[in-house]
């Protein structure tokens, strides 16, 4: 698929460190409450890691208590790419960034005590956060 940005493999492998590499080109998962981002409690934005666009507000993210950054709404309908993911014997729904197609993580229907009944789990590595204060 065609994204309105796209880089070689080498030019992500130059831009992001291994590690984010590992998470947003191939899809890998950091640990369950080891991201920087997990207790960010401050009013900003928070962007993709590999293009820069926004892709949630903090007013969308919630404690769900799963390990990751947790978020009921991507600040745009059409900022994220929502795939089916059938890896590791399971059925889950991938969410990438729609300009560059970085894995962020994934989204579950399992937060009925939001607005939207959404959990977007997002990996800490694949965003970014500047903050509105």
């Known amino acids: 698929m065609g994204y309105e940005v796209e880089k070689t493999e080498e030019q992500w492998r130059e831009e992001l460190s291994e590690f984010e590499y590992h998470v947003l080109r191939e899809a890998g998962t950091e640990r369950a409450y080891t991201g920087e981002l997990l207790e960010e409690g401050r009013v900003g934005i928070y962007a993709c890691k590999g293009c820069g666009t926004e892709l949630f507000r903090s007013n969308a993210k919630f404690d769900s208590h799963c390990g990751w950054p947790s978020f009921y709404e991507p600040q745009d309908g059409d900022a994220v790419e929502l795939i089916e993911d059938r890896s590791h014997g399971m059925v889950r729904t ?11 993580g994934h989204v579950f229907e399992d937060a009925p005590q939001t607005p939207t009944g959404d959990r977007f789990c997002i990996n800490s590595v694949s965003i970014t956060f500047s903050s509105a204060e």
């Open 94 to 104: 991938e969410v990438r960034c729609a300009k560059c197609g970085c894995h962020l």
